[in-house]
């Protein structure tokens, strides 16, 4: 089957801020959106240079985010700093299942899962891959819909804050890998927001002529040999 063709082929070029498809000014510039005034831009600018800058940076705030303890906790005699995984594993212990469980997927497994998935779709996209562009796709969806849930974590940890601060009897207090976490957070939303998906999609097509529809090329073979015969038919 053809690729179906891109706006640009076309020379349109769709707002990103109201959606309004528009023909490209000439001279190959970008302009203005008519409607909204929005810089009209064919593909994110250095969108993947900006994408792996964000993703980096959050890959290595990652290690900090689950090294340094995330908040201070005193209880009468007894005092601790917790990691998200020691605080995952005493929430635990003290047989809030549901609360650990959310805290477990929403700041251990979620960013890690988003850091690979980036990775991957950043890889892919630089090699000019045309492997599962749908599912890619549809990851690509998944990750950036996930983005606007990944501060659940803090929100967790400022809800206990104020669960225990009202018990009375106990301290707890934020410590720095709350700060770290926070960041990995805000870096990974904006690593996948600098990648624009249209990219995966300008790969150019592998094999061309082979991908071609054989019934079409056969088609045009034919009619293209008609023509032939009917020029040479209407020859004196
Ligand atoms: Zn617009």
Redesign the pocket.
């Known amino acids: 089957m053809n690729k179906p063709p891109r706006a640009s082929d076309l020379g349109l070029i769709a707002?990103e801020?109201?959606d309004?498809v528009v023909r490209q000014p000439p001279n190959n510039e970008e302009g203005f959106?008519p409607?909204?005034d929005?810089p009209l831009r064919r593909r994110k600018h250095d969108s993947l240079t900006r994408s792996w800058a964000f993703l980096i940076a959050a890959a290595l705030l990652y290690i900090p985010a689950n090294m340094l303890p995330i908040m201070h906790t005193q209880q009468l005699l007894e005092r601790y700093d917790s990691t998200i995984l020691s605080g995952v594993a005493l929430l635990w212990h003290n047989g809030a299942y549901d609360l650990a469980i959310i805290v477990f997927i929403a700041s251990i497994f979620v960013p890690i899962m988003k850091i690979i998935s980036l990775a991957v779709l950043l890889i892919a996209t630089q090699r000019g891959s045309h492997w599962r562009l749908r599912e890619r796709t549809r990851i690509y969806r998944i990750v950036d819909y996930v983005g606007h849930w990944s501060m659940l974590d803090v929100f967790v940890v400022v809800l206990l804050l104020t669960l225990v601060q009202f018990g009375g009897l106990a301290l707890v207090q934020p410590l720095p890998g709350v700060m770290a976490f926070g960041a990995v957070v805000v870096l990974t939303m904006l690593a996948s927001m600098s990648f624009d998906p249209r990219l995966m999609w300008d790969a150019p097509a592998p094999h061309a002529d082979a991908n071609a529809n054989p019934e079409t090329r056969a088609a045009n073979q034919a009619a293209s040999e008609a023509g032939i015969h009917a020029a040479a038919a209407a020859q004196p």
């Open positions: 707002c801020g109201c309004l959106c409607r909204c929005e």
